[in-house]
């Protein structure tokens, strides 16, 4: 038996036969004991400890799922009880494997890389959750499986990802074994088209840990586990994984992506970096003036549009953290207006994620959280970095990343047709079908003029308005657009639900007469209602110039309280109330005439939000339906002090952020 020191893979053996008794009687209760005082809270029942890969570059070619080495054979060897039980299970008839599901394609899913965990979000995903109950059906008896753990026990695990299982099966129990060594098979076995670890790779199995011993799927093999080949004592049984199965998935197993789940077996491979993304932002000067465009797509990673036509994921590193990097380099578009521009209107969207992750622009910060499986909207106002790029990365597993341009922010220059000073209003509501009695009927297109603050120079180049829409008796989308326009996947839509109302903050560009185009691609009648936050006048001297800044969460301030205002106001539900409360940004606001937030609010029950400064606007800023989420840029003209209120009804969970200011 190998001394402690030799448990850690280093030191040799001891000089006396008793002392080394005593040494490893030593450790081994020492070890129970941590395992014991270090179990999680509820969510799991044991203390396992993490393994964390080992990488060599030799590594990764030879082997296959026959498990053991010649270590592994003198160690079973020699022990009598060991072989009676392996005797044992070899005589129980196995189980049958995991039924497969209809049309599983001829191609697998590559073997996973190793991606450590990084983040904290225990939650069950989804493919872990369909893995345990495959294992449930399976093996009737086999119902103990664990798979969140809270963040603050133990050190590095998957399991704080919702990503790992421990499926509670003892390799002592004859009965057992042979159930863990029927599903392992299963597993790791060659299917019949040649593929190796098949129902490995179609699940996104990582690693699993078993009996002494850690298969990789970065190695493709078995090697022992934590040196325990030279710890057969019953102290070590959980640390050693023989009284349960560990199972840790990639990212796109544990959002149930794969192949076995109906996903595709050659998912898009991982963003390369083209180059490294400029540090510093683009000089904004005193400020900037808007040129607003026709929606248009700069970026999509499916297709590999804006990435030299190759298809990828934006991805994090293997370990967590920020990966490599996307650049689109703006400055350089055809339709640019060249070196003025300093920033761009965008909105980016994520698709097909599988983990929870914070989108950032390198030069800007944080964008938006990601969701598994789910699309993310975001529309807000980039800086560009000083070499006329946005670069975005993301922190955590993989996703599908979208941008559209809907404008660009430049240094003033000689006034033009195509750009304008942002002018802010309170939402001044320019169009309601409910008072001119006309609701858009189904297919119907209609022009709408939304000039606020034309002057003799002309209407205005294009505005930031509100959209909301109500009174359908079915689902559909609202596409808005510039007369003249094409519609493209970039051109601006508002969904609408049954029996729900909705307002959304958009950009649009104005044709020549300060109007835009509604369509209805639905079947059924709605109203639609219209407002203005901002116009992009061509007068400059009636507009302020935008200065963008490193995006600053609005927060309560501590002088100020918040005031329950009852009853609730119209449209709350019954028994929520409405609080109103003053917020401080901390981001310099000296001389600024408003705010421009980047605003998202998630409706769990519907209601409303409305940010002010001055006098409360008769229109909230978003309309919120229940279990669904809202993005937008918000304008709010600011008083003296440059506090922000906001008042919110319903059941509306609301975060907020300053990312530009107007002066």
């Known amino acids: ?43 799991s029942p044991i203390g396992e400890a993490d393994h964390v890969p080992e990488f060599s570059e030799t590594e990764g070619a030879s082997g296959g799922p026959t498990r053991g080495d010649a270590g592994r054979a003198a160690e079973a060897k020699a022990n009598d009880k060991k072989g009676k039980k392996d005797k044992e299970a070899k005589e129980l008839p196995l189980p049958p494997p995991p039924a497969l599901p209809a049309g599983l394609p001829k191609e697998v899913d590559p073997l996973p890389t190793y991606q450590g965990q990084y983040i904290c979000d225990p939650v069950t995903k989804p493919g872990t959750d369909r893995v345990a109950d495959l294992i449930r059906a399976t093996y009737a008896d086999s119902s103990s499986i664990w798979v969140p753990r809270d963040c603050n026990v133990g050190g590095r695990s998957e399991h704080k990802e919702g990503r790992a299982l421990d499926w509670m099966i003892n390799s002592k129990i004859p009965k057992q074994n042979a159930q863990a060594e029927s599903f392992l098979q299963w597993l ?92 510093g932002e683009a000089d904004a000067g005193a400020g900037l003036d808007f040129v607003p465009v026709a929606a248009r797509r700069i970026l999509d990673t499916r297709s590999g549009q804006g990435n030299g036509g190759q298809p990828c994921r934006l991805a994090a590193q293997s370990s967590g953290g920020a990966g490599a990097p996307l650049i689109i380099d703006v400055g350089a578009r055809k339709d640019s207006p060249g070196p003025r521009t300093k920033a761009v209107a965008v909105r980016v969207s994520t698709i097909g994620s599988n983990s929870p992750a914070t989108l950032r622009s390198a030069a800007n910060g944080v964008l938006a959280d990601v969701t598994v499986n789910g699309r993310r909207d975001l529309v807000t106002i980039l800086p560009l970095a000083k070499d006329g790029t946005i670069a975005l990365t993301t922190d955590s597993g993989a996703t599908h990343v979208i941008v559209d341009l ?39 297109k209609r022009v709408v003029d939304v000039a606020v603050g034309a002057t003799t120079d002309g209407p205005p180049a294009g505005a930031l308005l509100t959209v909301g829409v109500s009174g359908a008796d079915q689902g559909g989308r609202l596409i808005v657009r510039r007369t003249g326009d094409k519609v493209t996947p970039a051109t601006t839509s508002v969904g609408y639900r049954r029996n729900s109302t909705a307002s959304v903050p958009i950009i649009s560009a104005l044709d020549a007469e300060g109007r835009i185009l509604l369509v209805n691609n639905g079947k059924s009648s709605v109203d639609v209602s219209i407002t203005v936050q901002a116009s992009a006048v061509r007068t400059q001297q009636l507009g302020a110039l935008l200065v963008p800044v ?74 919120v339906p229940r279990r669904s989420k809202v993005d937008g840029l918000i304008v709010v003209p600011l008083d003296s002090q440059g506090t922000l209120r906001r008042e919110v009804v319903g059941g509306v969970e609301v975060t907020a952020h300053v990312v530009a200011y107007l002066r």
């Open 1 to 43: 038996m190998r001394s402690p020191a030799a448990l850690r893979g280093r030191g040799s053996r001891t000089a006396s036969g008793s002392r080394r008794t005593l040494v490893v009687a030593i450790t081994a209760a020492l070890v129970a004991g941590f395992l014991l005082i270090a179990q999680p809270a509820a969510s």
């Open 188 to 279: 790791l076995a060659t299917d019949e088209n040649g593929n190796e670890f098949a129902m490995a790779r179609r699940l996104g199995v990582m690693y699993i840990g078993w009996g002494d011993e850690i298969w990789e799927s970065y190695t493709r093999r078995w090697t022992e586990l934590k040196g325990c080949y030279s710890t057969p004592q019953s102290g070590y049984d959980t640390y050693c994984h023989r009284d349960h199965i560990h199972i840790s998935f990639s990212w796109d197993g544990a959002a149930g992506q794969t192949s076995f789940w109906g996903g595709d077996p050659t998912p898009a491979p991982f963003c390369s970096a083209s180059r490294t993304p400029a540090t």
């Open 406 to 444: 809907l404008g660009y922010f430049v240094t003033p220059g000689e006034p033009t047709a195509t750009e304008g000073r942002l002018l802010p209003y309170a939402n001044l509501v320019v169009y309601d079908t409910r008072v001119i009695n006309e609701p858009l009927g189904p297919g119907e």
């Open 550 to 623: 490193k995006p600053v969460e609005v927060r309560r301030a501590r002088s100020l309280l918040t005031r329950l205002i009852p009853p609730p106001t119209a449209g709350a539900s019954a028994g929520v109330t409405a609080d109103t409360l003053a917020m401080r940004s901390t981001a310099s606001a000296s001389g600024a005439t408003a705010a421009v937030l980047r605003v998202s609010a998630t409706g769990t029950k519907g209601g409303e939000v409305t940010f002010y400064s001055l006098a409360k606007s008769d229109r909230p800023s978003l309309i």
